[in-house]
Every structure is written in C-alpha cells, then in structure tokens.
C-alpha cells in the first residue's frame, strides 16, 4: 500500500477497488477488497494464494533484462511473509532468478506468524535469509522495524540488483502485534501478554516518531495534526466511492481471454443473464437456486 501511494496512487484509487465501483477501472470488480493493482504505476495486483508472485517477479526480472531500454535501470521488486517462503513457488523464483539470473529483489517481511502458524512450526532454522546463500544470492537481514535501517538496506540491495543484475533477498525481522485480520482472534494461539510485551519495541511507526522528536523534526501538536487531516481524507473518500456505481455485472467475463469470447464463458454469461432476468436482485431466489447444489459436490465431480 505504501508502495502505491509513494507512486501516486490516491486513497480514492484505494477505495475504488475496495468497492469495486465505476473508478476501479483495473480489477473492474472482480477482485477482493485490499488486492490493489495497477499497470499505470507498474504494481502487479495483489494475489491471496500465497507465493505465486514469487517465480512471476522473477520472470519480470529477467524481461527487463532483455530489454534494451529497461536493462540496468529497471529491477522487479517483490514482497512476502515468510509464511510464503515455505511454499514450492519461493524456491522456484529464487532458483530461476539466481540461475538465469534477473535483476529481481525478494523482500520478505518475516513477522513470526503466517495466519495462525507460528514460524516455529513453519521451519527449522532462524530465519529466512539463511536460504539465500544456497542459491547464490546476495542476502541482507535487517531490523524491519527500524525504517532508516530498512531505507538503507533496501537502497543497497537495489544497487546490487541493478550493477550487478542479479537477485537479492533482504529479509526484515519484525513481529505481528494485530490480528491476522478482522475475523481472527490471535489470542487463540498466543499469549496477550507476549503480545503486549512486544508492542512496547516493536512500533516501527512509534520509534521513528521518537527519532523524529529527538531531532526537533517533529512533535505532538503536527502528529495530532496529520492524523486528523489524513482520517478526514479517507472518510472523505470513503463516502464518496460508497455513493459511486458498482462495476456492471457483464465485467464478470471480460478480460479473461484475449480476442474473442470462448464457448463455455459465453453460455455462462447468458445463463447469468437468465437468472437475473428471472431473480432480478431479490438474494432469497438466489439462495433457493443455490440451495438446488447443496450436497451434490461429490456427484458433480463424478460428473
């Protein structure tokens, strides 16, 4: 999110898809709400099933590479959790970016836990960046809740991956204070207070604030000031993109092939068309047809 809003990417852009209204005009409603993407800022969307952008951002790499325009200014960068980093995919887009090689950099955000699963249980070693050197590439650890040792980290590791057009892996060590999200109560696998302990170090946020303040660079009274003026902004956009246009429904089946449309998206499209004509967008008609399906998984795949 950072990333697309150092680029220009507005928090209307942000609630846009969120909603998937009229303005989402990339994922057009079709993606979940948080899975931002942009091909005017370079950002590849966002994908849930874990790692799979890991082996693509190598591929990305080495394109650029081959282009003579891109090459030696250009590299792909590409972020994960180190939950991601236990799936097949992180050891293919490392091996791939190693071996060909791309100028490609792997940044892993190892917070101690993917969803539920503490990385205790994820691996047997300290880390992540113990992986890097098995693949030949240059490796970095990093305090990820110190942002100037990020800044400069990252700096070097994308002067690396351009000079020498090579991959490097940074990992930055942080921890998750908050729930894995809205739905998840992590006090259901680990201690509050472990997790109190370690809100008192671990506020990237808090601890540039204070460095901020120490300098004279900051203070109370202009951190009261920008979180009320940013929170004004994101109401502001929020009830804008709430009173916007959904994506029309047709949207559904568009963008999935080039060309022209294939049979079988073409008689799913018309018998969408049906059900609205005959259900119109009354849900308890909907939930009768889906109820038709309801304990028939095992004959439909036999089918």
């Not at 951002?57 to 994960?80: D, M, N, Q, W």
């Not at 203070?219 to 003026?229: C, N, P, V």
Request: net charge neutral; hydrophobic share 35%; glycine share 10%.
């Amino acid at each position: 999110m950072g990333v697309l809003l150092w680029r220009g990417f507005t928090i209307d852009n942000a609630m846009a898809q969120c909603f998937g209204n009229m303005e989402d005009t990339s994922g057009k409603g079709r993606q979940m709400p948080v899975h931002f993407g942009s091909p005017k800022h370079h950002f590849h969307t966002i994908s849930s099933t874990l790692a799979t952008q890991i082996p693509q951002a190598a591929g990305v790499g080495f394109a650029l590479r081959r282009t003579p325009e891109r090459s030696g200014k250009s590299i792909a960068a590409c972020y994960f959790g180190e939950g991601a980093a236990s799936e097949g995919d992180f050891h293919a887009g490392l091996l791939m970016a190693s071996t060909i090689p791309s100028p490609t950099l792997f940044i892993a955000r190892n917070n101690g836990f993917a969803i539920s699963t503490p990385s205790t249980e994820q691996y047997y070693g300290d880390g992540i960046a113990a992986r890097g050197p098995g693949y030949g590439i240059d490796t970095v650890r990093v305090d990820g809740n110190d942002v100037l040792a990020v800044l400069s980290a990252v700096k070097e590791a994308r002067r690396r991956c351009l000079e020498q057009g090579r991959a490097v892996l940074v990992e930055a060590m942080s921890y998750r204070v908050g729930h894995h999200s809205t739905s998840d109560d992590s006090f259901a696998y680990r201690a509050r207070s472990e997790v109190e302990d370690r809100k008192k170090i671990d506020n990237p946020i808090v601890r540039f604030r204070l460095f901020l303040e120490s300098k004279g660079w900051w203070d109370s009274t202009a951190e009261e000031e920008l979180k009320g003026r940013l929170k004004q902004d994101v109401m502001k956009a929020f009830k804008r993109a709430e009173g916007l246009t959904r994506c029309e429904l047709k949207e559904l089946f568009t963008d999935v092939y080039g060309g022209e449309e294939p049979w079988h998206l073409k008689e799913q499209r018309e018998e969408l068309s049906g059900l609205l004509r005959k259900y119109g967008n009354s849900w308890e008609p909907w939930k009768q047809e889906l109820a038709k399906f309801k304990g028939k998984g095992e004959e439909l795949i036999k089918g």
